[in-house]
């Protein structure tokens, strides 16, 4: 059993930038982050192999936003840059036993929120 932790979130304005964290008790392998929007279903924003060697990324958020990984810690990062308002949504921390470019999840954290003014 995986349990995970978010934190970092909160509220920035447009142009701004948030990292969030999660730090992982038990065995982890691929870790991502998802979101979900206000209304919207989940979806999700980026994907990071055990290693760290492998990463994926929507297509909404590469360029600004980089997942990486620390395993000494059991903690995966989400550096987000360049926030825009569209980025709000509560994002979620997911560990899974898939390989990363198939981007399923088996264990969820409890999500933090993001909020980004405009």
């Known amino acids: 059993q995986v349990q995970l932790v978010e934190s970092g979130g909160g509220l920035v304005q447009a142009g701004g930038s948030l990292r969030l964290s999660c730090v992982a008790s038990?065995?982890?392998?691929?870790m991502g982050w998802l979101r979900q929007p206000p209304g919207k279903e989940r979806e999700f924003v980026a994907g990071?192999?055990?290693?760290?060697?492998?990463?994926n990324y929507a297509d909404s958020v590469k360029g600004r936003f980089t997942i990486s990984r620390d395993n000494d810690k059991n903690t995966v990062y989400l550096q987000m840059d360049s926030l825009k308002p569209e980025d709000t949504a509560v994002y979620y921390c997911?560990?899974?036993?898939?390989?990363?470019?198939?981007?399923?999840?088996?264990?969820w954290g409890q999500g933090t929120q993001v909020t980004v003014s405009s």
């Open positions: 990071i192999s055990w290693s760290g060697g492998s990463s």
């Open positions: 038990g065995r982890t392998h691929t």
């Open positions: 997911a560990a899974g036993r898939s390989a990363v470019w198939n981007k399923v999840y088996d264990y």
